[in-house]
């Protein structure tokens, strides 16, 4: 069911199901965990995982309107064509336009990567705050920007030694 209808669901109702899918899979795979003899319980509901995907929607809508506007306002070829000025007229950009250009870029991609940051630490929290083992309870305290300085403190080793510092599985 978990594995199978479920992603079916999130095709048929393009996408929106996934939040449903994300729960069902940290319930079935918490609460089919053992430590020796003791199982694991999952408390968390759908509601929870719910929470955490249309908050990161929303900063995504919030990112793609700050690039919508951004992106008009940077690039001096799309200014010209609302102006009814053909490229063929425009002066060749320079190299300081060119950087600028790619400024929108420059701010989305840390913006996105923030967003799916969010939603792993949210969802990682949320998992781990609520399972238990008998009386006993885990708690998880990841917090958005340590885990961002992580995820891009690896990004720039990674880039620099040209992959050879991926870690391995």
Request: proline share 7%.
């Amino acid at each position: 069911m978990v594995y199978i209808i479920i992603p079916l669901l999130i095709m048929f109702s393009l996408g929106l199901a996934y939040p449903y899918f994300a729960y069902r899979h940290r319930d079935f795979i918490v609460s089919n965990s053992n430590f020796g003899t003791t199982g694991f319980d999952f408390d968390a509901g759908a509601r929870q995982f719910y929470a955490i995907y249309i908050k990161a929607f929303i900063g995504l809508l919030l990112v793609g309107i700050l690039i919508a506007v951004a992106i008009p306002a940077l690039l001096p070829t799309a200014q010209a064509a609302a102006g009814g000025i053909p490229a063929e007229q425009l002066p060749a950009p320079s190299p300081g336009m060119i950087a600028f250009a790619m400024l929108p870029i420059l701010i989305m991609l840390p913006l996105y990567m923030l967003l799916g940051i969010y939603i792993t630490t949210a969802t990682t929290n949320l998992v781990f705050n609520n399972a238990s083992a008998e009386q006993h309870r885990f708690t998880s305290t990841l917090r958005i920007g340590n885990m961002f300085w992580i995820y891009l403190s690896n990004l720039i080793a990674i880039t620099v030694s040209l992959g050879l510092l991926i870690p391995c599985l």
